[in-house]
Every structure is written in structure tokens, then in C-alpha cells.
């Protein structure tokens, strides 16, 4: 019998080929499909927070496989509806569906499916919900393969994710998986509803919010509209290997080169600092165009090198495709025509931007960064992030942190620095970046110093340290906490981050597609099947799972019990536990305090 990764292998080699497949439903009634989805899928932060009904993760078991796998065998698999609740925005809030445990598990065992067949399908311009993609590869697509962009065509997508047509969406399915029961499975899913005050509601279009499948179905979607743009658009609008000479620039290096022969040689300088200052060919050659794109989810940002009303057109055709194929509207107030050298467009929280310098000269005294697409981190960025620490304008402490310990506090601080820093290093503008690390290292001070009641400047000299990075040493701080027994004691650092513009994107731009083996280690515990707290080879077994290792502990208990010190001394958040243990464990006091809280 093929194994789940063969299989795997088999599908991403029709999805590069382009061959239908058939009979992908029966493949639902494997149980390593869904252990390999439950390995995959169990760390998720809303792996405990229940939906509509109280199953989560907890007490995941080979049990409910098999009950799962029961019902698509007999097709009487029913999705229930997400719980839907609401996430806040900058403008307003975002619903969010929470599936039960049971959905999440049978959506990702479908997308593991799907996904090895169309991602080799899927345009190399896309790069949103991708393995081995992300923003920075989609920002480093624009600033490697884009020159000479003199319009910006920023795309936005109004309400993408809900508005997915399900007509539309089985249709495109359905022209490459020849199979109407997995159709069926899919429609089904879509039209499930969800639950809003406890009442429920259909859902007539869109893909489910919050559901494991909704980015890859979106991306099988869009992929329609990558495929126009390659397929139409770039064809039409590239054309020319290269632009015409200006007649103007030569005849200027022409009388230049004269000048000096002649001996003139303050003339000759001036007539070339005058050709420096006009482009070397024709901007206006009706023979040559380019036409760039990009995609990141429902964002698009296409770059053009034409006349203005050409850049029109483009507009008009992708928001007649969107309409008439998709049916799908365009945002009228984000979908803009920019001037590349004159008003940057707005990219994944980056201006893009086209350099314009007649001065800055290469080795061979020629212009070299006229024409390249950069991006930039924008002002308006940074203000908004120095404001969370800022009172009055100017840095204060966080007084919500007050009560945790010194390695706590600094290391929630770099935390929060590192992700901001590291996402905004390809800017050529990072050295801005600095005013962040300001507010934040003051704003940590502030806090530490009205904790111990001491002095920000005597803090300041007792925490510091130098770093060592590629670049030299840059300042941190450094808090040392000492454990017990002859460990190691634990750092926690502030700073140590070189803000040096990266050119280099963080992830591949191009993976390799690998399907291995290896089972995650909590399903080859689950497979053992013995109860890691009495020893017990007695099923069924079932794995408990808690959000964090310091739930463990509970205030004023002196003896933990056995299952306590099992999972702290294997520093896992799972065990695995027959179901009398599994019981047992549920009734501890300090559980029963926190059911409402994981209810959140």
C-alpha cells in the first residue's frame, strides 16, 4: 500500500504536468492522512479555543479519526457552522470563524490534498498563504526584476475572502479534480454557516474565515487572475528588446567629445554634465513597453513603463476580468495610478519607490541607480509604532508590566522590537528605524526604573552590553537570570540588532516541493499507545494538550501531581494519557478555574 507522502508526490507531479485527478475522496479514509494533519496543526494558537461546540484538541485520540473517517466513508460527514466572533482593525473590525476541532482536522487533511497538487500550478507572481513564500520574497520580486517602472497600478480587492463566488470556485475545482464527491464534501463546507449570538446564518458566498482550507481555496481562486496577467496582459504590453537611443543625449556626448579634442575642456565637461541630466534613450519610444506584477493575497501591484493611458487601460481590463470572471469588484478607493518617481505606491506596509539621481555615478562614471525600484519604510510606519510607548509625546514606561519579573519584561520588549525591525530591514531607508529602537529602549528603562524605584541612567550603565554582528558591535541590554541546580542561567536581550539595509530576502524564493516521512513527535507518542502518566497499555488513549507550560503551576500547592511533573520534566505541552488519567486530570482544581478562560 503507497504511503500518504507517495501519494503526495504523485499528485505534485500531475499538478506540474497538468493531468486531472480522480479519486481523491477515498483518500479521506486514511488514517495517516490525518495524523500527519493533526502533527501539523496541533501547536496552532486556536488548536484550544473552541467553536461552536466544546471540542478542541484536547483528548485527540485515534478514536475520532476513525469516527471521522466513518462518516466520509458512509458521506454523512456534516460540517458544523464557526463560531464567529471579531478581530479589531484600523478601520473597524474583521469576523473571524472558529471551526470545531473536528473541522479543522478533516479541512486540513483536504488542503494537504489539494495543496501538493495545484501549488505546482500556481504562478511564481503569487506568493501569499505559500510554503516557502511570504512578503519579503513578493517586496524582493519587485526591487530585483522591476526597473525603469514610470507608472505604479496598486490593486485592492474589495471584501476578496468574502465574496468568493461558490459557483465560480467549484467550477474551477471541478475543471481539474474529477471527482463529485469530494465536490460535494467541499460545497458543503462552504455553504456550513456560522453562528453569530448563537444564532445562525448562512454563508452565500466567501470561503470560511478562520478555516485551515479558506487561504489555499482563495489562492485556487486568484489563480485565474495570475494567470490573465501572464497570459494576456504581459504579452501585450512587453514589447521591444530595449528603448531607442535619444537623439538629444548622443548628439550632446557627440559635441562633447569634440570640445575636448578641440582642447576645450571646461566646455566638454559642461555639455556632459548637461547629457547627465536627460535620459540616454527615448522615454517616449512607441516601441518599447514593460509591464510588471506581483501578488500577495488579495493585493496586487503592478508596474508599468508606458503613457498614463495605457496604464488606464490596464486598470479597466483587470477590473473587467475581476468582474465578469471572477465576479469580483475593485476597490475604487485603494486601486491607484501613481507616478513612480513622483509619488511612491504603497505595498505590505513598504513605499515603493523609483530612484532618480543624475549625480551618483558606478566606477565607469555612468548613472547607476537611475531607474531602480526600492523600497522604503515609511514615516508614518514608524511614528505609529514609537506611539505605543510614547505619552505626550514622548517615551514612557508600560505600566502593565509592572508586576512581571526583569527577564520577562525585557524579553516582551525584544520581542516586539524584533518582529517590527526584521520585517522593515529591506528599506534602503533602515537607519530610520534607529528612532524606533530609541523610543523602545527608553520606554524599557522607564519601566524598570519605576519597578525598582531607581535611576534610568544608572540602569542604563548596568544593562548594557556590546553584540557583535556582521557589521560590527552594536549597544543592547542584557538581563541574566541564574536557575537553580547548575543550570544555565537564561538571557534575555534588548537591542543587538544591526539596522543595516538587507538586500536579501529572508526566505527562498523558489523551494523545492519535499514530501517526507517523519511523524511529528507527538503522534509517534500517540501511536505507542501507553499512557504516559500509569504506565498502562490499555486503550483507547487520548493526548492532553495545555496552551502554555506556566499553567502547570498553581499558586500555594506544594506537591504537584504525577501528571504535573511528567509533562514539566519532558517540557511538552501534550501527553498522552488513557482516558481514566485524561479524567482524572481534568478534575484538578486549577483546571476547573481556568475553563472560561480557555473558553476565550
Not at 465574496?163 to 460545497?187: A, K, M, P, Q, T
Not at 513622483?342 to 541607480?369: C, M, W
Not at 502518566?533 to 504525577?562: M, N
Amino acid at each position: 500500500m503507497a504511503t500518504i507522502e507517495n501519494i503526495l508526490a504523485v499528485y505534485s507531479e500531475r499538478g506540474e504536468q497538468r493531468l486531472p485527478l480522480e479519486g481523491v475522496y477515498r483518500q479521506l479514509y486514511r488514517p495517516d492522512l490525518y495524523l500527519r494533519a493533526y502533527g501539523r496543526i496541533y501547536r496552532n494558537d486556536g488548536a484550544l479555543t473552541p467553536g461552536a461546540t466544546a471540542e478542541t484538541v484536547d483528548a485527540m485520540s485515534l478514536e475520532k479519526i476513525g469516527n471521522i473517517t466513518g462518516h466520509l466513508r458512509r458521506e454523512t460527514y456534516r460540517w458544523t457552522p464557526a463560531r464567529r466572533t471579531y478581530i479589531p482593525k484600523k478601520r473597524g473590525k474583521r469576523p473571524l470563524g472558529l471551526p470545531t476541532w473536528s473541522d479543522k482536522l478533516t479541512q486540513e487533511a483536504v488542503k494537504t490534498l489539494l495543496e501538493a497538487y495545484y501549488e505546482p500550478r500556481f504562478s511564481d507572481l503569487s506568493h501569499g498563504f505559500r510554503p516557502g513564500r511570504g512578503c519579503h520574497t513578493a517586496l524582493r520580486e519587485i526591487t530585483q526584476r522591476w526597473r525603469g517602472v514610470k507608472w505604479f497600478i496598486e490593486g485592492d480587492i474589495k471584501g476578496c475572502f468574502d465574496n468568493i463566488n461558490h459557483e465560480v470556485l467549484l467550477s474551477i475545482l471541478g475543471e481539474d479534480i474529477h471527482d463529485n464527491r469530494l465536490l460535494r464534501l467541499v460545497s458543503n463546507m462552504l455553504k456550513a454557516g456560522y453562528l453569530e449570538d448563537w444564532r445562525h446564518h448562512q454563508t452565500l458566498s466567501g470561503t470560511p474565515q478562520g478555516g485551515v482550507i479558506s487561504p489555499l481555496l482563495s489562492n485556487i481562486y486568484l489563480d485565474r487572475l495570475d494567470r490573465f496577467v501572464e497570459n494576456t496582459l504581459l504579452p501585450k504590453y512587453n514589447k521591444g528588446a530595449r528603448r531607442r537611443n535619444n537623439p538629444v543625449y548622443k548628439a550632446l556626448l557627440n559635441a562633447s567629445k569634440a570640445a575636448g579634442d578641440k582642447g576645450d575642456h571646461e566646455k566638454a565637461r559642461e555639455l556632459r554634465k548637461q547629457a547627465r541630466q536627460m535620459p540616454s534613450r527615448d522615454p517616449e519610444d512607441p516601441d518599447f513597453r514593460r509591464l510588471w506584477y506581483v501578488r500577495y493575497a488579495d493585493d496586487f501591484l503592478l508596474g508599468f513603463s508606458g503613457p498614463k493611458q495605457e496604464a488606464e487601460e490596464i486598470k479597466q481590463q483587470l477590473r473587467d476580468f475581476l468582474r465578469e470572471t471572477l465576479r469580483l469588484e475593485m476597490s475604487e478607493e485603494k486601486t491607484l495610478i501613481t507616478h513612480a518617481k513622483t509619488h511612491p505606491a504603497r505595498f505590505l506596509g513598504y513605499e515603493v519607490t523609483v530612484l532618480d539621481s543624475n549625480v551618483k555615478l558606478d566606477q565607469r562614471g555612468q548613472r547607476s541607480i537611475n531607474g531602480a525600484v526600492r523600497l522604503k519604510v515609511p514615516m508614518d510606519v514608524i511614528r505609529e509604532r514609537c506611539r505605543r510607548y510614547m505619552r505626550r509625546g514622548k517615551p514612557t514606561h508600560r505600566a502593565e508590566r509592572l508586576t512581571n519579573e526583569d527577564f520577562s519584561i525585557v524579553t516582551q520588549y525584544q520581542a516586539e522590537y524584533r518582529g517590527f525591525v526584521q520585517y522593515y530591514l529591506l528599506g534602503f531607508n533602515a537607519h530610520r528605524l534607529w528612532e524606533v529602537h530609541r523610543v523602545m529602549r527608553h520606554s524599557l528603562l522607564a519601566t524598570l526604573a519605576n519597578k525598582h524605584r531607581a535611576s534610568i541612567a544608572v540602569l542604563a550603565r548596568k544593562l548594557s552590553a556590546d553584540v557583535a554582528v556582521p557589521s560590527g558591535t552594536v549597544k543592547a541590554m542584557m538581563v541574566v537570570k541564574e536557575r537553580k541546580d547548575g543550570k544555565r542561567p537564561l538571557v534575555a536581550m534588548f537591542g543587538g540588532i544591526s539596522l543595516a539595509w538587507r538586500k536579501e530576502a529572508v526566505i527562498d524564493d523558489n523551494p523545492k516541493q519535499v514530501f517526507n516521512g517523519l511523524r511529528s513527535e507527538v503522534v509517534s507518542r500517540l501511536l505507542a499507545e501507553e499512557c504516559e502518566v500509569c504506565g498502562t497499555r490499555d486503550g483507547p488513549f487520548q493526548v492532553h494538550h495545555v496552551r502554555k507550560l506556566a499553567d502547570l503551576d498553581q499558586p500555594g500547592r506544594r506537591e504537584k501531581p504525577l501528571w504535573v511533573k511528567r509533562m514539566a520534566a519532558r517540557r511538552r505541552k501534550t501527553l498522552v494519557t488513557c482516558i481514566p488519567c485524561h479524567e482524572e486530570i481534568h478534575r484538578a482544581p486549577w483546571l476547573q478555574k481556568r475553563r472560561h478562560w480557555k473558553a476565550g
